[in-house]
């Protein structure tokens, strides 16, 4: 399992905002992205991935790859996969997940919940352009990559995150939107120990 967690500073927690303005509605557009990038590949879906959305510290939602259905490559019918998971946010008692449609669920927790829990499934590794070069690592297993979206972490985040993850990698000296930084680190993965065959 591959999972993601971006942290979604301005990101809506309600559900009425425009799908015609989805950079306007605290960039919606990079969280729709990130989704698209962790899940999909050209014409299929990758198995065993998890993204996960924390909307202003209040609210995350998870797109499961094995389980999302009807997600495709544009950011405006995947918007809309997320205005139906806030459409459910009431739902959403204490800490307990409500899925809103096929493989994508909201639950009322911020990064600091949502971060504990999935530390216990699998390598928590924060991605920053000024971390430990990613080939210095062994690839972990059960990676749970922790993302900021447009804007930097804040130093709260920081804190937090230095004191819970096993690493801070950069996946290189250039810096990545956030959905970049996802397809570069599926890559990595991807090829890890991959064999390109007697020449
Ligand atoms: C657009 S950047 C955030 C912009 C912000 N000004 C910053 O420098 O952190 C989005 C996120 O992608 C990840 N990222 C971008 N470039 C990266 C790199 N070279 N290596 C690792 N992660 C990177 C980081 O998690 C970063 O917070």
Do not use: K, Y
Not at 53 to 72: C, Q
């Amino acid at each position: 399992m591959r999972q993601f967690v971006v942290v979604g500073h301005e990101a809506p927690t309600t559900p009425e905002f425009s799908l015609d303005d989805l950079p306007g509605s605290g960039r919606l557009d990079v969280l729709c992205r990130c989704v698209v990038a962790g899940c999909l590949l050209s014409h299929s879906i990758r198995s065993a991935v998890r993204v996960h959305l924390v909307l202003d510290d209040a609210f995350t939602i998870t797109v499961d790859s094995d389980e999302v259905r009807n997600l495709r490559p544009d950011e405006r019918s995947t918007a809309a996969l997320l205005r139906t998971a806030l459409e459910h946010r009431e739902e959403a008692i204490g800490h307990q997940p409500v899925q809103s449609s096929p493989g994508v669920t909201i639950r009322r927790t911020g990064l600091e919940h949502a971060i504990d829990t999935l530390a216990e499934e699998g390598t928590l590794v924060v991605l920053d352009e000024d971390g430990t070069p990613v080939d210095e690592h062994p690839p972990p297993s059960d990676p749970v990559f922790v993302l900021s979206d447009h804007l930097s972490f804040s130093d709260a985040e920081r804190a937090l995150l230095a004191d819970r993850a096993t690493a801070t990698v950069s996946l290189g000296p250039e810096p990545l939107h956030a959905d970049q930084a996802i397809t570069v680190a599926h890559a990595a993965l991807d090829t890890a120990g991959f064999d390109h065959g007697s020449p």
